[in-house]
Structures are given as C-alpha cells and as structure tokens.
Nanobody, 120 residues
Framework: QVQLVESGGGLVQPGGSLRLSCAAS????????MGWYGQAPGKQRELVAV???????NYADSVKGRFTLSGDNAKNTVVLQMNSLKPEDTAVYYC??????????????WGQGTQVTVSS
C-alpha cells in the first residue's frame, strides 16, 4: 500500500507564488516517477511536471520557466515551486507517483488533490 500526502495550495494573486509538497509512504521499494498533474474545471487531468528515477524532469509547456519540480529520493518527497502564477494555472493539483513496492508490484498512485486558485 502506497499513500501520497499533499500540502500547500490556496489562493494567490496573479504574479504570486505557491509551493506544493507531496510525500510518499508505504511499502515502497523504488519510485519510478513522481510529480504533479492539474485538472482545471471542465477539463481533463494533465501533466504539470514529473521527475523520473534517472533524474530527468518533464514540464508542461505552459509552465516551463515558471514552475520548478525538485525531489528528495531519501525522503520520497517532491516539491513544486510555482512562480509567476497566472489565472489559467487555477486547477486542482494532484500528486502522482509510479512505484515498485517491496513485494514487486508496479502501480500508479494519486493524492487527494489540492486546490490552487489564481485570482485578483
């Protein structure tokens, strides 16, 4: 069993910053990928940023240069630093992890979601 616990989010004015954190726990042997997806009202859930086990990081084109994803392998955590926020960044942000458990099971896991609202 793998659990993802998110923190951060909230209401911020355009141009402001927010920080989202996610910690994975449970019977984790290896995290293959971990990051964040966003789901705006009426839209599908989309990749925001993800870091893979080899250290590579992928960002959605819309957030490149504004968002930074960092990971701590020892603590099984990721942090998404969001700067220069725009109203179109408003969404529910979900932490995501693809893991290999101690008993050899691959699986994808989601956090409960945290609301980010960018508005004046």
């Amino acid at each position: 069993q793998v659990q993802l616990v998110e923190s951060g989010g909230g209401l911020v004015q355009p141009g402001g910053s927010l920080r989202l954190s996610c910690a994975a726990s449970g019977s984790i042997f290896r995290i293959n990928a971990m990051g964040w997806y966003g789901q705006a009202p009426g839209k599908q859930r989309e990749l925001v940023a993800v870091v893979t086990a080899d250290g590579g990081t992928n960002y959605a084109d819309s957030v490149k240069g504004r968002f930074t994803l960092s990971g701590d392998n020892a603590k099984n955590t990721v942090v998404l630093q969001m700067n220069s926020l725009k109203p179109e960044d408003t969404a529910v942000y979900y932490c995501y992890a693809h893991t290999l458990t101690d008993d050899g099971i691959l699986g994808s896991h989601w956090g409960q979601g945290t609301q980010v609202t960018v508005s004046s």
